[in-house]
């Protein structure tokens, strides 16, 4: 590796870092064996965090960041003064082979500027994910980012070879796309996801190989005016419809070279924090988008506290709970409780009536959930969830009184 | 009171052998003191212990034993025996209630384990080294918090089979060399481990990979603790990145919006929207390239015949011979067709001939290649080559033969007896074809009647000859 090589890889790395997956989970487990290099668990591992918190699983690289399109929101489109580099296939594979054996990663997440045209970029990317398959015997992960004006054939070429494909819808509205990212078309998105999630489909029930992985996408937050309602709606849309496995959330950030279309603020975390947990609550505790909203004001969720708690408290009718008959799905509901402490309760309630001090075994969040719970020995005094200020006793931790 | 030693580590077999043992004589746990490390200086108390029979448990008790002999905790011998006593004795399910003291404390240090395991498979780094014969040697350290070197080892020789490596730590050390694991005693932190240029490289990376704007150590903390960071030679740009943070997030803030120091490339931008294959031979050169989707064909197989004629004729898919050759219809069905288009009167020439799947997919027996049907998905990944192909050649008729053709050119299942004659092939986007359906010459071959093939093969050239006529 020299100097020049590495100097590219700091600026397709830093020119990659805003998609916020690095996701190496779903793969089922296999290896490369002695010829090859590599394997997969199912879980994926993290392989180092960086001081944003944010794990370093898979090597996220571009292919470029040369890019045709002039989407506002990015540091690499074509209007931008951004420094420009480009690898050569046989540099991507070498590197993520070189990583890998370091066990620095779980595997490759590639993406791309678009160069010449979304077909020719395409290729050059499956060429990578084909060449470390069959030339290496790579059987690390591999994520590669669709590029939806692409040739479907190209997409579909691109199945073959990698864990896990993805294409960003970036916006949630139509409208939004249209001002940002004049080359896109939500439309020729959704119908590549589709296409995408027939193939995935088809390819289960046929047994063969075709992004086992299943798809994601990523949203933008903050860079437009959409509410977290129409953000969710469209999560919960892309779930329905498309199958997707993940949408990610990613607060617009700060960007050197910003444009002056859309001038740069700090990034909106605690919104994308809040919107992971809805989506959490969408998809494993049988929150509806119309019940998660109802929790904040004017579609957007409230940032101080979680949206169950949020929730919970504009539905204090429903509680207390009673942890020793509840059913799974009103137990889900109690905020503090994750759904790995509900499966412990619903088995341990086989054996025994359940106490407070059980509780604590059982659960981290019995101090969220206390005022909404009823145990064997427990019931909330003088209906705690009728107090007004049950939403500052929870949001700040009570402090002891002590005698001076 | 019985004394039990087991060796230093997770003695997972010292302490079957015990608990058979103890449960053959019905040993309370409250009789037992577990120790360490050398044989206790008073031995064994009270009479030798037989060897007893195995001892039948739950598979979830068995896991949990597996993991937890490996914690730290001088106590966890006690503890997994107390709870393998209560499981004997009436408490099958005890695993089950997760609220019991005991039960509660082991999945605690079953957690502990498994996480220092996995921080294990995460953290460890290999660095490079040269190897006197030519190759290149891996050797990592590192400190786990527990006894968990041999129950990483499966991993790190399953992902690392191919390559040969040595993983140094205070608690034990493992050495694989591409046959064999070996494992050997606890090693000492090495005095330097040589690092190669991908270790500056992968330093970049973790620099330029993150963002100022989200700073956040506490959560970086969280997952990646202090205690991991000696070994890992990226946290030593850690406190200088977390410091510029601030600044460089100011410095985003307050600059100008970029005015564009580039010419808008208008050119560029016009010729993307030029992708598609511009002839015919550009498209079969993309087909030529691309790989089967079910691995095995030896290539490709375009289409044949002239760009406007009048009639292209879709057949299936390769067979065995026209894999080898690379030609559409030369095998025995071929020939068939070939036969029967000129009892119609039609010049086989001056028809286009293709299949709707490009490639040969077949299974071995022996030295013969058995044709294998290619399913409805298969078929819907080969349909924009069959109609940007068909776009190219822009016959007046489209014959589809057998019921996979009409499949690919319907989008739909079509029963190809029923439903045989004219019919309107839709296309991609509604710009579609007239079209015909007749049954696949290789039906013809397989009917076992001599005087039934004959009548089918009558009825399949008076189909060509009534296409023929619609063309």
Redesign the interface.
């Known amino acids: 590796?020299?100097d020049a090589?590495?100097e590219k890889?700091?600026?397709l790395?830093?020119a990659?870092?805003?998609d916020a997956s690095c996701a190496s989970s779903g793969a089922k487990p296999r290896?490369?064996?002695?010829?090859?290099?590599?394997?997969t668990?199912g879980a994926g591992?993290?392989?180092?965090?960086?001081?944003?918190?944010?794990?370093?699983s898979l090597?996220?690289?571009l292919l470029t960041n040369h890019c045709?399109f002039d989407c506002v929101y990015c540091i690499n489109r074509?209007?931008?003064?951004v420094r420009r580099a480009r690898f050569t296939v046989a540099e991507v594979v070498d590197?993520t082979l070189?990583?890998y054996?370091?066990?620095?990663i779980e595997g490759l997440f590639l993406s791309s500027g678009?160069i010449?045209?979304?077909?020719?970029t395409m290729e050059q990317m499956m060429l990578v994910a084909?060449t470390l398959r069959r030339d290496h015997?790579f059987a690390g992960y591999i994520h590669l980012k669709t590029i939806p004006e692409?040739?479907?054939?190209l997409i579909?070429?691109a199945g073959?070879w990698a864990d896990r494909l993805s294409i960003n819808l970036e916006l949630p509205t139509d409208h939004s796309l249209k001002a940002f990212a004049p080359e896109k078309n939500g439309g020729t998105i959704k119908a590549v996801m589709g296409q995408v999630n027939?193939?995935i489909v088809?390819?289960k029930?046929?047994r063969?190989r075709f992004s086992p992985a299943g798809q994601s996408t990523q949203l933008i937050v903050g860079a437009d005016d959409a509410t977290d309602r129409s953000v969710l709606e469209t999560s919960g849309t892309l779930y329905q419809r498309y199958g997707l496995r993940r949408v990610y959330y990613s607060?617009f950030?700060?960007?050197?070279?910003?444009?002056?279309v859309l001038?740069?603020?700090?990034?909106p975390?605690q919104r994308e924090n809040r919107l992971y947990q809805a989506d959490w609550l969408l998809r494993y505790y049988g929150f509806t988008v119309e019940e998660i909203a109802s929790g904040g004001e004017g579609g957007m969720l409230d940032l101080g506290i979680d949206p169950k708690l949020a929730w919970a408290l504009k539905n204090r009718e429903r509680f207390p709970v009673d942890v020793n008959r509840a059913d799974r799905e009103m137990l889900l509901r109690v905020p503090g409780l994750g759904a790995r402490a509900v499966d412990?309760i619903l088995?341990?309630r086989?054996?025994?009536r359940?106490r407070m001090e059980?509780?604590g075994?059982?659960s981290n969040g019995l101090r969220r959930a206390r005022p909404f719970l009823i145990a064997a020995n427990y019931h909330p005094v003088g209906g705690l969830t009728d107090r007004l200020d049950l939403r500052q006793r929870l949001v700040t931790p009570s402090s002891q009184l002590s005698l001076f | 009171m019985r004394t039990i030693t087991l060796r230093e580590g997770a003695d997972l077999d010292g302490f079957r052998r015990a608990v058979r043992r103890l449960a053959a004589t019905r040993t309370a746990p409250e009789a037992v003191l577990w120790s360490v490390g050398a044989p206790s200086l008073f031995g064994d108390e009270g009479p030798a212990l037989e060897d007893g029979a195995p001892v039948l448990l739950p598979q979830a008790v068995g896991q949990l034993i597996e993991t937890v002999v490996c914690h730290g905790d001088p106590e966890r011998y006690a503890l997994l025996y107390r709870l393998v006593w209560r499981v004997l004795n009436g408490e099958r399910a005890l695993l089950d209630q997760h609220a019991d003291p005991l039960v509660h404390r082991l999945e605690r240090l079953d957690k502990a384990v498994r996480r220092d395991i996995h921080k294990m498979h995460a953290f460890l780094r290999f660095r490079a080294l040269p190897d006197p014969d030519g190759g290149e040697r891996y050797v990592a350290w590192f400190e786990p918090d527990h006894h968990i070197v041999e129950a990483v080892a499966a991993f790190f020789v399953d992902r690392f089979e191919s390559m040969v490596w040595t993983i140094l730590t205070p608690k034990g050390s493992l050495h694989w060399d591409r046959h064999r694991l070996m494992t050997g005693p606890p090693a000492e932190r090495p005095d330097s481990l040589t690092d190669d240029r991908f270790a500056e490289g992968w330093l970049r990376y973790y620099e330029s990979t993150f963002n100022p704007a989200r700073v956040n150590p506490t959560a970086m903390r969280a997952e990646m603790p202090r205690k991991y960071w000696a070994n890992m030679p990226e946290t030593a740009a850690i406190p200088a990145m977390v410091r510029a943070a601030p600044a460089r997030v100011q410095a985003m803030l307050e600059a100008e919006a970029a005015i564009p120091r580039r010419r808008m490339p208008e050119k560029a931008v016009a010729a993307m929207a030029r992708q598609a294959p511009e002839s015919l031979a550009e498209l079969n050169r993309l087909i030529q390239r691309s790989e089967p989707l079910v691995p095995g064909a030896t290539q490709a197989v375009p289409g044949e015949g002239p760009e406007g004629a009048a009639i292209a004729i879709v057949g299936e898919q390769p067979g065995d011979q026209e894999d080898r050759e690379g030609r559409p219809f030369v095998g025995p069905a071929g020939q068939l067709l070939t036969a029967a288009l000129e009892e119609a009167g039609i010049d086989r020439g001056g028809v286009y001939l293709t299949n709707a799947v490009k490639h040969f997919k077949f299974v071995q027996r022996g030295k013969r290649r058995i044709h294998q049907s290619p399913t409805a998905g298969e078929v819907k990944h080969y349909r924009w080559w069959l109609m940007t192909e068909l776009g190219f050649v822009r016959p007046r008729l489209v014959v589809a033969l057998g019921a996979t053709a009409a499949l690919a050119l319907t989008g739909r299942p079509v029963s190809v007896l029923r439903e045989r004659g004219p019919m309107v092939f839709d296309g991609w986007n509604g710009d579609g074809w007239d079209g015909f359906v007749t049954v696949h010459p290789s039906y013809l071959l397989r009917l076992p009647e001599e005087e039934e093939r004959r009548r089918a093969q009558a009825e399949f050239v008076a189909d060509l000859r009534r296409a023929a006529t619609l063309a």
């Not at chain 1, 290896?31 to 394997?39: Q, Y």
């Not at chain 1, 591992?45 to 370093?56: E, F, K, L, S």
């Not at chain 1, 960007?255 to 002056?260: K, V």
Request: hydrophobic content about 30%; glycine content about 8%.
């Open positions: 590796m020299d090589l590495i890889l700091g600026i790395a830093d990659a870092k805003y290896s490369g064996g002695k010829e090859g290099l590599g394997s668990t591992i993290c392989h180092a965090y960086t001081p944003d918190g944010r794990c370093v090597l996220k690289i045709l074509r209007s931008s003064n590197l070189g990583f054996k370091r066990n620095c678009i010449r045209s979304p077909d020719h084909r015997g692409a040739s479907p054939w579909e070429q073959l027939e193939r088809e390819a029930e046929e063969r607060a950030s700060p960007i050197p070279e910003a444009s002056s001038p740069v603020k700090p990034p975390l412990k088995s341990a086989r054996h025994t359940l059980d509780l075994r059982l």
